[in-house]
Nanobody
């Protein structure tokens, strides 16, 4: 069993910052890609950003220059630093990881989600 535990969500004013964390635990051989998705009310879940084990990143256009993803491979943890937050960033943010539990066997794991609300 592998679990992802997220933390760091909350209420922030427009222009503010938040840092999300997501720690993986359980039977982990290695973790390939880790990422963050979000789902706003009434909208479909969308990919926000990903990071490979080697550190290569990708971002949704609307968050480029404001959000930064990073990871600590030793701690099996991924972070999302969110700056200059806008009301349209309000959503439930989900952590996602491609976890190898043996050398060749892997599965996609999701966190439970953490709510980020940007409002004055």
């Amino acid at each position: 069993q592998v679990q992802l535990e997220e933390s760091g969500g909350g209420l922030v004013q427009p222009g503010g910052s938040l840092r999300l964390s997501c720690a993986a635990s359980g039977s982990i051989f290695s973790i390939n890609v880790m990422g963050w998705y979000r789902q706003a009310p009434g909208k479909e879940r969308e990919l926000v950003t990903t990071i490979t084990k080697g550190g290569s990143t990708n971002y949704l256009d609307s968050v480029k220059g404001r959000f930064t993803i990073s990871r600590d491979n030793a701690k099996n943890t991924v972070y999302l630093q969110m700056n200059s937050l806008k009301p349209e960033d309000t959503a439930v943010y989900y952590c996602n990881a491609d976890v190898y539990y043996t050398f060749s066997m892997h599965l996609e794991v999701w966190g439970q989600g953490t709510l980020v609300t940007v409002s004055s």
